[in-house]
């Protein structure tokens, strides 16, 4: 699938290292060219002997290698690459990128380039989480660079929390992804997230608690895999991620208006909590008080089942439709009867009882419920949630069910 890409690898220093020996391999067995690059502190966790011998290359390590640049200047090792690709990308590594800082042969070459490039962070939790390294992240996006993981986890110094590596499957995906080749290369998907505001007057509206975490994160893990991706979200906490289509609404009813616009897609993905009631009096002006004591009285008129209307839609339905379902008691029993009232195809199901600490929070436990029946997931992060969600929405859209052959893209 990569035959002939050439890519650029770069080792930065971390235990994480490990990985990319993995990774290198598989590149290579995709028919990928891999020049690799390994930093001072790179070789302290892999050796360059290793890494040339399963990249079947030379490693290239000093900034100032006269034989190298006799042969090949850094700036053309750079420019040559069609991918940079930093695993594991630490810090420091992202700290010298984003401030174009040129003081060794890694960050030099990211310097001297613009070639697309994918980072796969890791680090330790807090080191993620500082504030220094969320800044870098945010000039590196700024700048285009691609980022796959960090994934949620326990890591090698005991702590647990977003730092993880991605893993070596994953990188290779977010590589197929970058030069447009995921499983759903050429397909568009519509996601659905974050809550809606319904106004009550100009200044003041009626919302609930959706953070749009799990919709973001669906949103990137379809991108990953290739997709073209079409975002429409209500005003969440979480931004969209980079690299998709985002159309901003407020209302249950723009939403349905910028879903129907962005449509067909070959699958849909409702993750958003929109409101089911919108306020039927909603005042043209800031309401005041009156100085009686009377509160005003709202008036409610039920706001149109984005998720149903696509379902039973006569023409241009998606191939596949996808609900979620918050419940509280009984959620296989109350998120079948669900699927069967909406029409869609799967329901993602999960308890968001008081206690699972899943409302607000990283993590999720889901069911995902389709025609064969109810599947449990173990409880994992949302973006792992998200991963394997895109995976199966691939699956279902590029494997002929029937047969379990893949099928001809259409697109
Ligand atoms: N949904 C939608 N439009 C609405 C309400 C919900 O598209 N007006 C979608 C959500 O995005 C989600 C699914 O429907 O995918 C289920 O939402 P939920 O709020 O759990 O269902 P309700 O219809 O509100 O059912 P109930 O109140 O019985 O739980």
Redesign the pocket.
């Known amino acids: 699938m990569l035959a002939g890409k050439k890519i650029l690898l770069i080792i930065g220093g971390g235990i994480a290292a490990y990985k990319v020996l993995d990774l290198i391999r598989r590149l290579r067995e995709r028919g990928a060219v891999v020049t690799p690059v390994l930093t001072r502190a790179g070789a302290e966790f892999v050796t360059p002997l290793s890494v040339s011998a399963l990249a079947g290359a030379r490693v290239h390590e000093a900034l100032f290698d006269l034989t190298a640049e006799a042969e090949m200047g850094h700036i053309q090792l750079s420019r040559s690459a069609d991918l940079i690709v930093v695993a594991p990308a630490t810090a420091d590594l992202m700290a010298k990128a984003a401030s174009g800082r040129a003081e060794d042969l890694a960050s030099t070459l990211l310097l001297a380039t613009d070639t697309p490039v994918l980072m796969a962070p890791a680090m330790n939790v807090r080191m993620w989480q500082h504030p220094a390294v969320q800044r870098n992240l945010a000039l590196l996006r700024s700048d285009a660079v691609r980022f796959v993981g960090p994934n949620e986890g326990e890591m090698a110094c005991g702590e647990v929390g977003p730092g993880r590596m991605a893993e070596p499957m994953e990188i290779l995906a977010a590589i197929e992804a970058a030069f447009g080749m995921g499983p759903l290369a050429g397909r568009h998907v519509l996601v659905?997230s974050g809550p809606t505001h319904e106004p009550i007057d100009p200044v003041r509206y009626i919302a609930n608690r959706s953070s749009g975490a799990q919709g973001a994160a669906l949103a990137a893990a379809l991108r990953d895999l290739g997709a073209r991706v079409s975002f429409v979200t209500g005003p969440a906490r979480v931004p969209p991620p980079e690299g998709v289509d985002v159309v901003r609404v407020e209302t249950?009813q723009q939403m349905l208006a910028a879903v129907e616009a962005a449509l067909p897609a070959e699958a849909a993905v409702?993750?958003?909590?929109?409101?089911?009631w919108r306020v039927a009096n909603a005042a043209g002006q800031k309401m005041k008080k009156d100085g009686s004591g009377h509160a005003p009285a709202l008036e409610f008129a039920e706001?149109?089942?984005?998720?149903?209307t696509v379902s039973r839609m006569a023409e241009g339905r998606p191939a596949l439709v996808v609900?979620?379902?918050?419940?509280t008691e009984k959620v296989v029993e109350?998120a079948s009867a669900?699927r069967l009232r909406?029409g869609c195809d799967w329901i993602v199901a999960n308890d968001v009882s008081p206690g699972t600490g899943i409302m607000g929070g990283t993590e999720n436990a889901v069911v995902l419920i389709s025609e064969q029946g109810a599947e449990h997931w173990p409880r994992m992060s949302k973006d792992v949630v998200a991963r394997r969600l895109a995976g199966r929405i691939a699956d279902q859209l590029t494997v002929d069910q029937s047969t379990g052959q893949p099928m001809i893209s259409t697109a």
């Open positions: 659905t249950a409702f993750a958003a909590a929109v409101a089911d706001n149109p089942d984005i998720l149903a609900g979620f379902a918050a419940e109350h669900k909406k």
